[in-house]
């Protein structure tokens, strides 16, 4: 009896776990889409680094796709996963920061003249 409850809490536990984590990928998906979007509507992002950080986060969406279409994300998978999200998320960081310097370098341009 105490067996099949303990069984029952770790399988539980460990779906609740695997929710946990993958609300985590999804929310920082709509965080990175929720970012781009923001840095469009500034003005912080071209076109161009719109349409390629759009490129790549329909890839990460594939990349999240792929693995869980055997039913199963591994931790592996969803190491890859993560680690894709942070390094799209400075990307964003330092595209969106690029055209304030470009920015900030015109109009130090303009106080020296």
């Not at 776990?17 to 970012?35: L, M, P, W």
């Not at 950080?53 to 792929?66: F, G, M, P, S």
């Not at 999200?85 to 055209?99: A, D, F, N, V």
């Amino acid at each position: 009896m105490k067996s099949t409850v303990l069984a029952a809490a770790v399988l539980l536990l460990s779906v609740a776990y695997t929710n946990a984590d993958a609300q985590t990928v999804r929310q920082k998906g709509r965080n990175q889409r929720h970012r781009i979007a923001q840095g469009v509507k500034s003005g912080e992002l071209t076109k161009a680094e719109t349409v390629n950080l759009a490129k790549d986060q329909k890839e990460i969406h594939q990349e999240v796709k792929d693995a869980k279409a055997d039913g199963v994300v591994t931790k592996e998978e969803r190491k890859d996963i993560k680690q894709d999200q942070r390094q799209e998320s400075r990307k964003i960081l330092s595209q969106k920061t690029q055209q304030e310097r470009q920015e900030l370098i015109q109009v130090l341009k303009i106080i020296k003249i």
